[in-house]
């Protein structure tokens, strides 16, 4: 079902409800630079550790808006005939073959026939640039950090006037530019350059009142009680030396899990057998399961306790 066209939003207010409309909770200095960059028609850049929402905010945008997704994923070796286009070579070569048999001799016309746009594959990028019926489109740069320096720098093109040019069809210019998201993992540093085009955010950690809420309006089948062990059991593992926290997309995977296994509080043994769904890495769970466990369980109890 296409979602329906809705214009954007008027207020940093606006922002919050067309977030909490789909069930994003973002505090308001996301709002505001969201919406800022929403008016002002600039890309919104968000930095942040992996699983912290990062990538969510584009979808929900897509989603509450009624525009259409178009997402980039960024990775090593990323280059234009991946990002933007490429021609349908094995297509081209059966068309000249095709003429040819047929008898036809005319090389100019022959050529602009199989450089037409019929032949051409048209990447993330330049769809972006397509006008769309239900408005611009929302363009998801996802983990630039991840691409090479030589893309990023081409990038910086096409954000500076949304055109690219295709030497056999001609340069193509966005009527509408799209609402552009690029987010990164910080593996790397993106160049001031390029930063420099957006508006800029740090998605950090959630504190544990709006994480509870996430939770529960993410996990609507979770008890009361484990939905609040949930998260200060989460929030006591992020204060430990781990070589990667978990995000919230973890948080909620393991709101779920213990959901599904019918868990209605927390206890060492089950919290041991399920930190595969919190942590990803094997260092980290050797040095929290067992004595740790119990220990941040405990911790988290009597935090709990305090707090009635």
């Avoid at 021609?87 to 016309?109: F, K, L, P, S, T």
């Avoid at 330049?126 to 983990?143: F, K, R, Y």
């Avoid at 990023?152 to 690219?164: G, S």
């Avoid at 957006?198 to 009361?224: D, F, S, T």
Wanted: aromatic content about 6%; glycine content about 6%; charged content about 30%.
């Amino acid at each position: 079902m296409t979602p329906t066209p809705r214009s954007l939003p008027d207020s940093i207010d606006a922002t919050l409800d067309l977030l909490a409309a789909a069930d994003y909770l973002a505090d308001r200095s996301l709002a505001t630079v969201l919406f800022l960059a929403l008016k002002m028609g600039r890309p919104l850049f968000l930095e942040g550790e992996a699983g912290v929402g990062k990538t969510e905010i584009a979808k929900v945008l897509s989603t509450t808006l009624g525009r259409r997704l178009i997402r980039l994923q960024c990775y090593e070796g990323l280059d234009v005939s991946a990002a933007v286009y490429e021609w349908n070579y094995a297509a081209q070569m059966i068309a000249i073959r095709v003429a040819e048999a047929e008898g036809a001799h005319d090389r100019e016309r022959l050529e602009h026939d199989v450089f037409s746009e019929r032949f051409l594959i048209k990447r993330p990028l330049l769809q972006a640039l397509e006008p769309d019926p239900a408005g611009a489109p929302v363009l998801l740069i996802d983990e630039l950090d991840r691409a090479d320096e030589a893309f990023e720098a081409f990038l910086l093109e096409v954000l500076a006037d949304f055109q690219v040019t295709i030497p056999e069809l001609g340069t193509v210019k966005a009527v509408h530019p799209p609402i552009v998201v690029i987010t990164s993992n910080r593996t790397r540093e993106i160049h001031d350059a390029l930063k420099r085009r957006c508006l800029y955010h740090w998605v950090g950690y959630p504190a544990a009142e709006r994480e509870l809420k996430i939770v529960r309006a993410k996990v609507p089948g979770i008890g009361k009680t484990l939905s609040e062990q949930v998260v200060h059991f989460v929030q006591a593992l992020r204060k430990q030396d781990l070589f990667k926290s978990p995000g919230v997309a973890e948080t909620l995977d393991w709101a779920a899990a213990l959901a599904e296994l019918d868990v209605a509080a927390l206890d060492p043994l089950t919290a041991s057998d399920t930190l595969g769904v919190l942590l990803k890495y094997q260092d980290d769970i050797a040095r929290i399961e067992g004595g740790k466990v119990k220990e941040l369980i405990d911790e988290m109890r009597a935090d709990l306790r305090a707090a009635e």
